[in-house]
């Protein structure tokens, strides 16, 4: 009889973030896992092909975009307010994709990140929904760890 172990995907909603190491509680989405590079034409006049080559250029990271329900916790705005003071206020954000026993699986690491954006909850008299804050991290890398 043959053991087949399955390998089912893991779920989006089972996740946490550490900024420099420290737990950072309770954000209900991330978005912007995504690095891409730039292609570099070029062509040598001694070349004998009709076409240019394709190098490899520079990396670029798109920025990631953390939401939260909205807390007393203002450590986001502690943060964004030194960089708004002008502090090179950088810090390292590691996002943490956990299996369904709640054990760390994967980890993506965002270097040298700093607050450029951040928001504050939209008000509505006649809604429901939770309060929420958002911040957009620019950062200088990104790597995954299995």
Same mark, same amino acid.
């Given at each position: ?15 946490? +973030? ?47 975009? $953390? ?15 030194? +960089? ?10 590691? +996002? ?21 954006? +951040? ?17 957009? $991290? ?9």
């Amino acid at each position: 009889m043959a053991t087949d172990k399955r390998n089912d995907p893991f779920r989006a909603y089972n996740f946490s +973030i550490e900024i420099d190491g420290v737990p950072s509680g309770a954000f209900s989405e991330v978005g912007g896992l995504t690095a891409e590079g730039d292609a570099v034409d070029y062509r040598e006049g001694t070349d004998l092909q009709r076409n240019v080559r394709k190098l490899v250029g520079l990396r670029k990271y798109t920025n990631l975009t $953390l939401k939260r329900g909205y807390t007393p916790d203002n450590v986001l705005w502690k943060w964004y307010n030194n +960089i708004m003071n002008g502090d090179p206020d950088r810090r390292n954000v590691t +996002i943490v994709l956990m299996n369904e026993a709640r054990e760390p699986v994967l980890r993506w690491h965002a270097e040298n990140a700093w607050i450029n954006k +951040i928001e504050g909850p939209a008000f509505k008299a006649s809604g429901n929904e939770v309060a929420m804050e958002s911040v957009e $991290l620019v950062h200088e890398g990104l790597t995954l760890e299995m």
